[in-house]
């Protein structure tokens, strides 16, 4: 009987334990949620009036008073889908790599390690890189392309850790199935493991999609100028994007009352473009998970 009356209350103290977790994590999300609900209404409350047809279409006029952003939504665009282009095809060569071929070989645990590193570092460091190398070794200049080279640079952390996870939980039992019909390693990779694996590596393209289109310590020296009256139109011309408009309102701007508006216009239109773009690709990708059984 004490046996048992012991067992009940380590029983009974295991599952107070968890259930003190358990509202430790719900008292954290809920925390977060409002946090979130708190920055779209104020971003709405204070940028929902600015929106207009010819704040969304036109270009900035009167020292950045007046006018639109549509040259800032195009550059943003550009810059974040040209970076996805890069980093995406690299990332998951790399985790298909490290995953299938270098196994847990000593050079494998290296670039891990690189890899880790490199996604906590700062984005300055990042935009130092890219005007160094890209604007000033490459000779690109400040334009389009040194800004995507560099923010491909910046995401392809995210892309390979997500895209070789995403490889780790392709069943071995796949394989293996691909390897008894005489498929080689290439082909069961390009037929079984990476079909199966893509809907997780869309995870990282989402969160490299998102983070590309929200910088602007790496654009500031790489891609972007104060104005430009119309889209770009040439990969080695500078662009104008959302982040660094914020960025010269808040901090250059000539009249801050008439500009004010402005720049909580564009955040608001900065926050629904990112919202935008990654619902596009969850989208995309709980398509091909419910299409592969959800692998």
Request: net charge positive; proline share 5%; aromatic share 8%.
């Amino acid at each position: 009987m004490e046996i048992s009356g012991g067992f009940s209350g380590k029983s009974r103290f295991r599952a107070l334990k968890q259930a003190g977790m358990f509202s430790v994590l719900r008292l954290a999300a809920l925390i977060n949620i409002l946090a979130l609900l708190i920055v779209c209404g104020f971003l709405l409350y204070n940028g929902l009036p600015a929106i207009t047809w010819e704040f969304l279409t036109d270009s900035p006029r009167n020292s950045m008073t007046a006018g639109g952003i549509w040259p800032c939504i195009v550059g943003t665009v550009y810059l974040a889908l040209g970076a996805l282009a890069v980093a995406f095809p690299l990332g998951v060569a790399s985790a298909v790599y490290l995953n299938e071929y270098a196994g847990g070989s000593r050079l494998s645990r290296y670039v891990r390690l690189g890899v880790n590193n490199l996604a906590g570092v700062p984005s300055i460091v990042f935009g130092l890189f890219g005007m160094s190398f890209f604007v000033i070794t490459c000779n690109l200049g400040i334009s389009l392309l040194a800004g995507i080279l560099t923010l491909a640079v910046l995401s392809l952390p995210v892309i390979i850790s997500t895209a070789e996870e995403a490889l780790r939980q392709v069943p071995v039992n796949l394989r293996e199935a691909s390897f008894a019909l005489g498929a080689t390693q290439s082909q069961t990779i390009v037929g079984v493991v990476l079909p199966a694996a893509f809907p997780g590596m869309l995870t990282g393209a989402i969160l490299g999609l998102a983070r590309a289109a929200g910088e602007t310590a790496v654009i500031m020296f790489t891609a972007v100028v104060f104005f430009s009256p119309q889209p770009v139109d040439s990969l080695l011309r500078p662009v104008m994007a959302l982040p660094y408009h914020m960025y010269v309102l808040a901090t250059s701007g000539t009249d801050i009352d008439k500009t004010m508006p402005l720049q909580y216009g564009t955040a608001l239109v900065l926050l629904v473009l990112v919202m935008g773009m990654n619902l596009g690709a969850i989208i995309l990708r709980d398509r091909l998970q419910r299409k592969r059984g959800g692998i």
